[in-house]
């Protein structure tokens, strides 16, 4: 399979890229000196002759950005304009699009699957529900549109090498990147990407594919009740 990858330098390109490799795929990767994202024309030559479209690409501001005005606009057209522009130029070889997706846009402190309405989300994640209508668009379109949901992101790469203890759906890098490996062979749908033993059920991609995430959810204490 000839895969057309944004992000592939990023945590979630480089879990998956040597994988997708190993697995005998070939990879059109560019980095952000080579290819413009936000370019029509030249996206439209890039995918020429390519079967699956991973967009991985994000624009995460640092933490000490994150309140801070326009940090996530780069992060937001990415997930919105980029791919629709994908979607809009995927050649006729391509019959698979993958699109990266967050489980933040799920309502907190209860237990959710993927048949769980997003709801309200906070203005931020917009966009990644707005990434996800285009992945439908493309299966509407007679591909594969995938979505993973993916958690809370730790490990080589991230922010930190172990999961944060007050998140309810951690992720390990390395799971994330089997997952994707995976993700090319399953059917149209939305799929939760997340340790086993959280609040998020991964069940719907486990029983899909057979993946076995090798890093489990920390049990998390129960906070004590405040005091009034």
Do not use: C
């Amino acid at each position: 399979m000839r895969i057309f990858v944004t992000g592939g330098s990023g945590v979630l390109g480089q879990a998956a890229l040597p994988r997708f490799e190993r697995a005998g795929h070939t990879l059109v990767a560019p980095g952000r000196a080579e290819l413009d994202l936000f370019d029509a024309d030249a996206v439209r030559a890039a995918l020429s002759g390519v079967d699956a479209i991973a967009h991985l690409a994000t624009r995460i501001p640092p933490l000490a950005r994150f309140e801070e005005p326009g940090a996530w606009d780069e992060n937001d057209r990415l997930r919105t304009e980029v791919s629709r522009l994908l979607v809009d130029a995927a050649p006729p070889t391509a019959e698979l699009y993958v699109q990266a997706s967050i489980t933040f846009v799920y309502p907190p402190s209860v237990p959710v699957d993927e048949s769980t309405p997003v709801g309200d989300v906070a203005p931020h994640l917009r966009s990644a529900l707005d990434a996800e209508a285009q992945a439908q668009r493309f299966a509407a379109s007679g591909g594969r549109g995938v979505v993973l949901r993916f958690g809370h992101l730790y490990g080589p790469g991230t922010w930190s090498d172990s999961p944060d203890p007050d998140s309810d759906a951690p992720l390990h890098v390395d799971d994330a990147g089997s997952a994707l490996e995976l993700a090319l062979g399953v059917p149209s749908g939305i799929y939760n990407v997340v340790a086993d033993g959280g609040r998020v059920s991964n069940a719907r991609f486990k029983q899909t594919t057979g993946w076995a995430p090798r890093h489990r959810a920390a049990r998390r204490s129960p906070r004590a009740p405040r005091s009034s």
